[in-house]
Every structure is written in C-alpha cells, then in structure tokens.
C-alpha cells in the first residue's frame, strides 16, 4: 500500500518567517502534487512536478520533487497571513491513465500578523 | 462559472436512510473521481470512473455506490447510512491521466 506521510501535522508562525513542509513515501510516485485548501471549500492545485529532481517556483513557494520520485519538499518564504490554509500532497497512484492521487494527511499552516 | 459542481452542500440523515450525492462537471473531463475527508486521514479515495462507462473501487468502496451516469455527472450512492461515514465528500475531475484535479466545494455529511 502506497502511502505518504507530511511534516509536520501543524505549523503557526509569525508573517515574514519562512518555512519547509514535507512529504516522504518509501514509495515511487509517477508524479507528486500539491494543494492548497481553504476551510469550507475544496483543494486547489498548486503545482505538479514529474521529473526527479525537479524544481517549480511560484512566487514566494518553492516546490522540489526528490530525485528518487520518493519525496518532495513545499518552501515558503515570507510567509503571509493569506498562506494560512491547508497544505496536502498527492502523489500520482497505480497507471497514469487512470489519475488516481494518494493523498497525504496534511498541514495545517497559521501565519499571524 | 467552468467547474465542478456539488450538491448538496450539507445533509443530515439516521442512520439507515439512503441518498446520493451528486457531482457535475463542465469542463469535457475524462475522469472523475469520489474522495472523503475526515480530520488527520487527508483524502481518501471512495470510487473513480476513468472513462466515461467505467468505475472502479477505490481505497474505502465499501457502503458506497457509483453511477457514471453520462461523461459529465458521476454520483455516489449511500444505500444504508452509518455513523462512520459521516464525513465531508469531495468530487474531482480531471481532462487526462497526470493532470491537476478540479474538486467541487464537497458535501458535508453527517449520520446521527
């Protein structure tokens, strides 16, 4: 059973800190996906990396896929109150084409004024 | 507005009763998928149709039905609710095999 587990579960800290989410599986994913959601409403994706050893940017968030398919990394930098939400990776499960996402359980991310 | 749309938003059912959830979509998606989310667990696939007249069990099917009624509209039945599938559902599509899901706003359900 393929699964993947995020660090940490929880983060609050203040505006302008930086900070580093995890997701690690002792399994290989086909590719690795990141979400944002927000309470009330559903995921919304961020980006998705297939490349080992690939790195996304988008804005102040830096996405970096291991280069064994096996983890990725989401960093964010001078984080504001709008970042606050939940953080949940995918990673791609079974044949490409039939799109089923393994999900990790989550991070939920505060940022104070 | 282009996306996925769920309905209903919130339902309270006893236990025992039945009903089904309903997801549309109108982006010309292949695949669709039922996902539920409970606190600490992240999503967990129910039921996914990767093709317009198919289905497929997920992780957790039991309880549950599907009907991938035509390419748009895949639904998600409870013929006999329990207590343990209280939970918020989430319907997802995406256009191909590695895209980026598209979710609805999800159903929040809860069996008393």
């Known amino acids: 059973t393929q699964l993947l587990e995020q660090s940490p579960q929880f983060l609050s800290i203040q505006e302008g800190e930086n900070l580093t989410v995890y997701c690690n599986s002792s399994s290989v994913f086909s590719s690795l996906q990141w979400y944002r959601q927000e309470p009330g409403e559903g995921p919304v994706l961020l980006v998705t990396v297939v490349t080992g050893g690939e790195v996304k940017k988008l804005k102040r968030l830096t996405f970096q896929f291991g280069d064994a398919r096996k983890d990725s990394s989401l960093h964010i930098t001078a984080a504001q109150p709008g970042d606050t939400g939940l953080y949940l990776c995918?990673?791609?499960?079974?044949?490409?084409?039939?799109?089923?996402?393994?999900f990790g359980q989550g991070t939920t991310l505060q940022v104070k004024p | 507005n282009a996306g996925v749309t769920q309905t209903p938003k919130f339902q309270v059912l006893k236990t025992g009763q039945s009903m089904t959830l309903q997801c549309a979509q109108d982006m010309n998606h292949n695949s669709m998928y039922w996902y539920r989310q409970d606190p600490g667990m992240g999503l967990r696939l129910i039921y996914y149709?990767?093709?317009?007249?198919?289905?497929d069990k997920g992780e957790v099917p039991n309880g549950y039905n599907v009907s991938r009624l035509n390419k748009r509209e895949f639904s998600l039945r409870l013929e006999s609710a329990a207590p343990s599938q209280t939970s918020v559902y989430f319907c997802?599509?995406?256009?191909?095999?590695?895209?980026?899901?598209?979710f609805g706003s999800g159903t929040r359900l809860t069996v008393v």
């Open positions: 997802a599509s995406i256009f191909s095999g590695l895209g980026g899901y598209t």
């Open positions: 995918a990673g791609g499960s079974g044949s490409s084409n039939t799109g089923k996402l393994i």
């Open positions: 149709s990767a093709s317009e007249g198919t289905t």
